[in-house]
Structures are given as structure tokens and as C-alpha cells.
């Protein structure tokens, strides 16, 4: 064997070695279905030209839509604690599956009306049971790289689905339907057939509730933190295409400029997923906090599609850094009975920004653009400096599972 196939051997083994078989199945489902994810980034589109909604109503639909997703994530917390994660994921993502289809062809504005808070509900109840499942079958040591991954495969795969769903939209919104709907389904046969239900007996933990979660005060300070930091980060998503188009630039301009954030993430966060698992995950929130409010900062200065293209590339390097840290700080907060509710919490704070973060952002918008990404650099600030001052409580909470990294 060459030295250069045992280097890289030894490259590979860093970052993907020593995982279970069954966190590789959660890792394929999560990529199978994020590829199929090709009706949500277009909801808006479907519902104004297909469905021939105002654009009030469509508003409106998308904030139902919404509250069904806010909903969702401390009942499938529970679900995932009371049941198990299996059969939540499993079945969460069968009923996200029927959902689709009957949405696709639902044309009364009642039924997707109801149609759309049922997605809501259904469509990310996932999230609780499938950090759990992390949490339960990777070593404390691992969970960064374990989570990094699955953040990974997310980006991956949402990054090819807006590509290929763009293209199949023009034929029709219906295949795309049913695209997210078989994924889904492939999903949770996937998980049904080759992961363990890994939750603890009831025999081997005490009795808890969310009331236990809401109690402890470290937990809920971070979710506040995520909270600040999930309303700068959707900034992107949400209020810089209407301060592009505010500045005459095209839509075409948004979506180039955006295409810098996939690429970054599906190339670089691979090659440094290994060794930011072997930081502190609270100085790499603060640090990635700093960058991401930063980026958003430098937006202020920007009026091209090329010079927006290099803000996105700034908070892109601090949500690289991010990735995957918020999950291994949740987990080891949380007693593994109550992992499905910590994360159900954590998933609530991120449910609540994607209402807030168009409600206020617009409003900051409107008094001017520079008001808005000046509050994001603050707040991003704000965030990191709460970070670092929770940090050691969070490192002596984590010692008593496992040394967290130094």
C-alpha cells in the first residue's frame, strides 16, 4: 500500500469512519429526501399561478402553513420520547407523503387552506425524532462529524432539488408533487427497515415531560440564542431577493448569488467537517454567529449581483462553521429520554424565526435596507456574546456525559 493510499485512507476515515450502519441509513433517507424536497421552494409560485391566488392569500396560506410547522415541533418532540423515534420519523414521513398528493390535487381554497397546515404539521415532524436518533446511536466524540453530515446531506440534496424543480415546474406543478411524496415515502421505508428504535426503556429512566424541558434554564437560554441567530440567518432567504429587486436587479441576479451559498456548503463543509468536530462547539456558535451577522452586515455596501454573491460567501463561512454544532450541544444537554423534547424545542426556535424573520425583517426593510443589515450584524454580535457567556455552564453539563472538544 502507497503512502499516498494510506493518507488517503486515513483523509476518509476522519470523516467518515467509525459511524454505525444504522446512522448511514438515517444519512441515506435524509439525502433521498432532501433531493425529492422540489415543492416547497416553490409553494408561492404554485399557489399564485396554478392555484390562482392573490398574493394576499398566498401570504396568508404560507403563515398557516407556518403555524402548522411551529406546532409541530414540541408534539413530535413528545412523539419521539413517548413512542419512539423510529415510528415517529417513519411515520411522520408517510403522512408527509399522503399529504403532498392530496394537496397536489386539492383546488378549493378551504382545502389548501387545510391542506397547507397539515404539510406544516407533518412535513418537519421528522426533525426531533431524527436528531434523537443521532444522539442515541453516535458517541458523544462523534456527534459533531455525525451531525455535520447529516447537515451536509440536507444542503446536497435541497441544492440539486432547486435545480431539477425549477426545471420540472415548467411542465407542471403535479410531477413535483409527487416527486416529494415518493421521496418521502422511500424515506421512511428506509428508516423502517434498517435502524433500531433506539429509545430508552421506560425501565432505565425516570418519568419527564416538556415541563422538565421548559425548567431547564440552559436549554431554554439557548434556544433564545438560536432564536436570534435563526432571524438573521433567514434574512437570506426571506428579505435580501426583496432588497435585490429593490435595487433593480433581476430575480435571475438573487438566484445566482445564492448559488454561492449551496456550492460553498457541498464543497467546502466536507473538507472541514473533521476537524471543526474537534473544536469547542460554543466558541464555533459564537465565532459562526460573528461571521454569519457580519456577512449580513456587509450587505449595506452591496448593489451587484456579484458583490451580493460576496456578502452570501461571508455568512456562508460562519453557517459552515455552524453546522451540525447546535444539534451536539442539544444532545448533550438533554437526558436521553428527553431527547425528542430538547429537540423539539431547539426545532421550535427555527419554526418561530421562519414567521418572525419576514414579519419583522420586512418592517426593518421598509424603514430602510441599511437598518435591516445593520440589525443583523448587531444581533449576530448579541448572539455570540450570549454564546460565550452560557458556554461553561454548557461545558460542565456536557462533562458529565462526555468531554465535550477544547
Not at 389548501?112 to 434523537?132: E, N, Q, T
Not at 424541558?213 to 434556544?223: G, I, K, N, S, Y
Not at 457567556?389 to 465535550?404: D, T
Request: charged letters at 10%; aromatic letters at 10%.
Amino acid at each position: 500500500m502507497t503512502s499516498t493510499t494510506i493518507a488517503r485512507t486515513g483523509f476518509l476515515r476522519s470523516r467518515i469512519g467509525g459511524l454505525p450502519r444504522p446512522f448511514w441509513a438515517l444519512f441515506g433517507g435524509t439525502l433521498v429526501n432532501r433531493l425529492g424536497t422540489m415543492v416547497d421552494p416553490f409553494i408561492g409560485v404554485y399557489l399564485t399561478q396554478s392555484r390562482g391566488m392573490s398574493l394576499a392569500a398566498t401570504g396568508l396560506v404560507l403563515t398557516v402553513y407556518g403555524a402548522g410547522s411551529l406546532a409541530s415541533q414540541p408534539v413530535a418532540g413528545w412523539m419521539a420520547d413517548r413512542f419512539g423515534r423510529r415510528v415517529t420519523l417513519a411515520g411522520s414521513m408517510l403522512l408527509t407523503a399522503v399529504a403532498f398528493i392530496a394537496l397536489g390535487y386539492t383546488t378549493s381554497i378551504p382545502g389548501i387552506v387545510v391542506g397547507m397546515f397539515v404539510l406544516g404539521i407533518v412535513i418537519d415532524a421528522y426533525r426531533p425524532a431524527s436528531h434523537a436518533l443521532v444522539a442515541d446511536l453516535v458517541s458523544p466524540e462523534d456527534r459533531p462529524r455525525a451531525y455535520g453530515l447529516i447537515y451536509w446531506a440536507l444542503n446536497l440534496g435541497f441544492s440539486v432539488a432547486m435545480i431539477a424543480g425549477g426545471w420540472l415546474a415548467k411542465g407542471g406543478f403535479t410531477t413535483l408533487f409527487w416527486i416529494d411524496a415518493i421521496t418521502c415515502a422511500a424515506f421512511a421505508v428506509l428508516v423502517w427497515r434498517a435502524i433500531p428504535e433506539t429509545r430508552p426503556a421506560k425501565s432505565e429512566v425516570s418519568e419527564g415531560g416538556f415541563g422538565d424541558v421548559l425548567r431547564d434554564r440552559l436549554m431554554v437560554a439557548f434556544t433564545l440564542v438560536n432564536l436570534v441567530y435563526a432571524f438573521v440567518y433567514l434574512q437570506g432567504f426571506t428579505t435580501l431577493p426583496l432588497a435585490m429587486a429593490g435595487q433593480g436587479l433581476p430575480t435571475s441576479a438573487y438566484g445566482s448569488a445564492m448559488a454561492v451559498n449551496g456550492v460553498l456548503i457541498v464543497v467546502i463543509q466536507p473538507l472541514t467537517n473533521a476537524w471543526l468536530a474537534h473544536r469547542d462547539p460554543s466558541r464555533l456558535l459564537a465565532l459562526g454567529f460573528v461571521v454569519v451577522g457580519g456577512g449580513f452586515a456587509l450587505t449595506t455596501l452591496m448593489s451587484s449581483a456579484l458583490g451580493h454573491g460576496a456578502a452570501i460567501a461571508v455568512w456562508t463561512l460562519g453557517e459552515i462553521a455552524l453546522a451540525g454544532i447546535p444539534g451536539t450541544i442539544v444532545a448533550a444537554l438533554a437526558p436521553p429520554h428527553l431527547r425528542g423534547r430538547y429537540a423539539g424545542l431547539n426545532g421550535f426556535a427555527w419554526s418561530a424565526a421562519s414567521l418572525l424573520a419576514p414579519l419583522l425583517g420586512t418592517r426593518l426593510l421598509d424603514v430602510g435596507a441599511p437598518v435591516l443589515w445593520i440589525t443583523c450584524g448587531v444581533l449576530g454580535a448579541l448572539a455570540a456574546a450570549a454564546m460565550l457567556a452560557i458556554a461553561p455552564a454548557i461545558r460542565r453539563r456536557a462533562g458529565a456525559e462526555a468531554p465535550l472538544p477544547t
